[in-house]
């Protein structure tokens, strides 16, 4: 990688190209801009990882074997770095190319190509990729955001991205504890909407005779007690996102007035009579399956389909692999000043004890045992004691069919995930006939339309 100019940081793009340059040098872009070359693909993951918010040059003029459109395709799905694409007709005709281009790309042009139409393309990339800020990866788990490097991950935060800029109401689903409700502040933050209020509630949490209210609000009156005007949570969200947690546990007689609002964009607090038009974004999740509800009579199916427009899934965090440690040591560097001595990490032990445990309360529940550890450890690394991740019970031994089996459907699911869950591709790079692939996807329950790519 060649450093081309010593501007300030005020604006960076990076440069994939294993050509010299693109008939540009940095002055094209005026002040204040630092280009940043990479030449190899194995070092594009490194680059772009470290990169602040960026645009990004894909030179696809040229052949690439199989492995290092792998190794593109991880970097490319940094969000923080927003993609344009320099080709040629024949390179087009490549299936390859068109879908790293569909899937990754905001814009591409075509040789030859204007300098001029390159830098326009450019800086409105970069524009695009100033709205995403920070980096995920330096944000802690806990405060948190979105911690995660593995395939399954990587999808979904590909899928984010592209929900983020529609308006269309999204459904979130994912076991409890896998961070729905930050995922749901991650698609505000990403949106037009990022300046509106992020209301979330627990429509668990409420009370069923008092869910009409807090979410529509009541005027003076309404009701013995309501001595003034509440503004409900629905309204409150104007202009903004409004977060519907645990939709599956609402009241059928919420559920029609909550219907009534998706229909026509207007409310009417309790013992009004007043319509009063909203516009706002609404994001729902729960952990219940609503197609069984729907089923037994507890979930309304046009409700159902209004909120679903577009779908988020979460991974669980027992198939997030290395995550798991990403996220622990994030934990540890949060809340590491709670503890009475220095900590300096894990111990051999907890990091097979965390790598082993099934994690059924997810993240929420690994944030949990860590700080936890943090506080009561007396020894220099946090022990699997210590995380009380110990005993037979919660380490239960693998069998080596067991290992074998596992390690065949993370094998699976990893390239499925970072292909977009298309079978072709896939079975090629795992060297198994599609016939094989279909096999091998129903023994272990890996479906296409389970992906967690929305619109995908």
């Known amino acids: 990688m060649d450093r081309l100019c010593k501007a300030s940081r005020t604006a960076q793009i990076v440069v994939?190209?294993?050509?010299?340059?693109?008939?540009?040098?940095?002055?094209?872009?005026?002040?204040?801009?630092?280009?940043r070359r990479v030449q190899q693909m194995r070092d594009v993951e490194r680059v772009v990882r470290a990169s602040p918010?960026?645009?990004?040059?894909?030179?696809?003029?040229?052949?690439?074997?199989?492995?290092e459109l792998g190794q593109l395709e991880l970097a490319l799905q940094h969000l923080h770095v927003t993609w344009v694409a320099i080709t040629c007709d024949?390179?087009?005709a490549d299936e390859r190319v068109r879908r790293l281009i569909r899937d990754y790309c905001v814009d591409y042009v075509r040789t030859p190509f204007s300098v001029q139409e390159l830098i326009y393309t450019l800086k409105h990339a970069h524009g695009m990729a100033s709205l995403h800020g920070a980096r995920p990866q330096e944000t802690t788990a806990s405060r948190g955001t979105m911690i995660g490097e593995c395939a399954a991950m990587r999808a979904m935060f590909r899928s984010l991205a592209k929900v983020a800029h529609n308006e269309a109401p999204v459904f979130i689903s994912g076991e409890s504890?896998?961070?729905?409700?930050?995922?749901?502040?991650a698609i505000h933050d990403a949106s037009s909407r990022?300046?509106?209020?992020?209301?979330?509630?627990?429509?668990?949490?409420?009370?069923?005779?008092?869910?009409?209210s807090e979410l529509f609000g009541y005027e003076k009156g309404a009701f013995t007690g309501a001595n003034q005007r509440k503004i409900g949570w629905i309204e409150q969200a104007q202009g903004g996102t409004l977060f519907l947690d645990e939709i599956g546990d609402l009241p059928l007689e919420s559920q029609v007035a909550l219907l009534r609002f998706l229909q026509q964009g207007t409310i009417t607090r309790l013992g009004g009579h007043q319509s009063i038009p909203l516009n706002l974004r609404i994001i729902s999740a729960t952990h219940v399956d609503l197609v069984a509800a729907q089923g037994d009579g507890r979930f309304r199916s046009d409700l159902f389909h209004r909120l679903c427009v577009l779908t988020l899934s979460i991974p669980p965090l027992r198939e997030r692999g290395e995550d798991?440690?990403?996220?622990?040591?994030?934990?540890?560097?949060?809340?590491?000043?709670?503890?009475?001595?220095?900590?300096?990490?894990?111990?051999?032990?907890?990091?097979?004890?965390?790598?082993?445990?099934?994690?059924?309360?997810?993240?929420?529940?690994?944030?949990?045992?860590?700080?936890?550890?943090?506080?009561?450890?007396?020894?220099?690394?946090?022990?699997?004691?210590?995380?009380?991740?110990?005993?037979?019970?919660?380490?239960?031994?693998?069998?080596?069919?067991?290992?074998?089996?596992?390690?065949?459907?993370?094998?699976?699911?990893?390239?499925?995930?970072?292909?977009?869950?298309?079978?072709?591709?896939?079975a090629r790079e795992l060297n198994v006939s599609r016939v094989t692939l279909y096999r091998l996807m129903h023994k272990h329950n890996i479906r296409v339309e389970s992906q967690p790519a929305a619109g995908e």
């Open 53 to 67: 918010p960026s645009a990004g040059v894909i030179d696809l003029q040229d052949e690439y074997s199989d492995a």
């Open 324 to 426: 798991i440690l990403q996220l622990a040591n994030a934990v540890l560097a949060e809340h590491g000043h709670e503890a009475h001595r220095r900590i300096r990490g894990f111990s051999a032990c907890a990091t097979q004890a965390m790598m082993q445990y099934a994690w059924p309360g997810n993240v929420r529940e690994l944030i949990n045992r860590v700080r936890r550890a943090i506080v009561m450890t007396d020894n220099r690394k946090i022990t699997a004691e210590d995380l009380q991740l110990h005993g037979g019970a919660e380490l239960p031994r693998k069998t080596l069919d067991a290992i074998r089996e596992e390690a065949e459907r993370e094998a699976i699911r990893n390239v499925m995930a970072s292909h977009g869950f298309h079978v072709v591709p896939a």
């Open 177 to 185: 504890g896998t961070g729905k409700e930050l995922a749901a502040q």
């Open 194 to 212: 990022r300046k509106g209020p992020f209301i979330a509630i627990n429509c668990g949490a409420i009370p069923s005779h008092l869910v009409q």
């Open 16 to 35: 994939v190209s294993r050509h010299e340059d693109f008939g540009f040098d940095p002055s094209s872009f005026g002040p204040g801009w630092e280009l």
């Open 90 to 92: 024949a390179m087009l």
